[in-house]
Structures are given as C-alpha cells and as structure tokens.
C-alpha cells in the first residue's frame, strides 16, 4: 500500500525566510502533485513532476523530485504572508489515483 | 479552461436521507473522475473512480451502496450519498482528467451536512 508522509505538518515561518517542505512516498511512481489548498476552498494546482530530477519553479517555490529516493520538495524562498495555507502533495498510485500527503500546514508571520 | 463545477456548494440534510452531488466539466471531455472526501483538518481520500458509461472503481473501505456514482456522459458524474449519517459529513471533491492527460482538475466542493 502506498503511504505518502510529509513534514513538517506545521510551520510557522517569518515573512523573507526560505524554508523546505518534504514529501516521502513508499512505493515507486511516475509522477508527484503538489496543490495548495486555502481554508475552506478546494484544491490549486501547483506542479506536475513526471520524472527524476524534474525541478519546477512558479514565483517564490520550487518543488523538485528524486524518484530514486522516493523524495519530492516543496521550497519556499522569501516567503511572503499570501503564501499562508495547506500544502498537499499527492502521488498517482496507477490510473491517475492519487494518494495524498498528511498536508502542511504553512503560516506566514510578518 | 478546464473548469470544474460542483452542485450544490453546500447542503444540509438529515439523517436518514439521501443527497446527490453533481460534479460537471465545463469546456472538456472528462472520461475520467474521480471522488474524494476531506474530513475537518484532515487530507483528501479519494472514494472511486468513475469513467463514463462504465461502473465506479470504489477504493477498499468505501462502500459502494452507500456512496452511489453515476458517470452518465463525458461532461457530468453524480454521487449520492445513501441513507445519511452524521459521520458522513465531509467535504466533497472531485476531480476530472481527459484521456491520458496526467493533469486533473479539481471541482470547488461539497459541504455535506448532515444533522
């Protein structure tokens, strides 16, 4: 059964400072999401890594994957109050399924 | 594009009842959709699998005459949820992708409660 772990479940970080979610998954897969998710509301689309190495950036994160350490990264650089909310990250487990991660809980500080 | 809807946003219901939830592809063909439920403070878990004019994949410890899926064209997926609880109130979600497109494309959710 595939089981998808991420840490921290919360951070709480200052406005300007760069900080790394991490994203372990158990069994091998071809691709990893990451979503964003603001109280209350669903799911945001933020990165589709479909192979090793894949490095993606949009604005102020970055997420990254090594399949070969089962291992993705969410990283936040320069972290502003807007980027306040859940991070999810989620790996197809075959079929487009998904199972997602515990989530991380990021709170921005100014 | 590649909007997803959800009907209705919300709903309040009683025990006992039955509530059907709507989930609609806007501008694509959706021959794939997906159920999840997201308790309070909790991640998503995904319910079944629904591809159009087929029966509904239901992931293991999710009862299938409970939770109903109708995946009746490429552009609409029903669940209905049987015989409400109290334990059934959830967040609802569901996804959509198109052929062997690796993207999905979430719907804004269902509120279920049921009193």
């Known amino acids: 059964e595939l089981k998808v772990e991420q840490n921290p479940l919360f951070l709480s970080m200052q406005e300007g400072k760069n900080y790394t979610i991490y994203c372990n998954y158990s069994?091998?897969?071809?691709?990893l999401y990451w979503y964003r998710q603001d109280p209350g509301k669903s799911l945001e689309s933020l990165f589709v890594?479909?192979?090793?190495?894949a490095v993606k950036q949009e604005g102020r994160l970055m997420a990254s994957l090594d399949t070969k350490a089962r291992l993705s990264t969410l990283h936040i650089t320069a972290a502003v109050h807007d980027l306040s909310a859940t991070y999810f990250c989620?790996?197809?487990?075959?079929?487009?399924?998904?199972?997602f991660g515990e989530g991380t809980q990021l709170t921005v500080n100014p | 594009g590649a909007v997803v809807s959800q009907h209705p946003s919300w709903v309040i219901c009683k025990s006992g009842t039955s509530v059907k939830i709507e989930c609609r592809s806007l501008?694509?063909?959706?021959?794939?959709m997906f159920w999840y439920r997201q308790f309070p403070k909790q991640s998503l878990m995904l319910m079944a699998t629904?591809?159009?004019?087929?029966?509904?994949?239901?992931e293991q410890g999710v009862e299938k005459d409970k939770f109903l899926i109708n995946h009746a064209s490429l552009t609409l997926s029903t669940l209905t949820v049987t015989s409400a609880h109290p334990e059934d109130s959830s967040f609802y979600i569901c996804s959509a992708s198109q052929g062997s497109s690796y993207e999905q494309y979430f719907g804004p959710g269902t509120r279920l409660t049921v009193t």
């Open positions: 629904s591809n159009e004019g087929s029966k509904a994949t239901y």
């Open positions: 069994t091998t897969s071809d691709r």
């Open positions: 890594l479909l192979s090793n190495g």
């Open positions: 501008d694509f063909q959706a021959t794939t």
């Open positions: 989620a790996v197809d487990k075959g079929g487009s399924r998904l199972t």
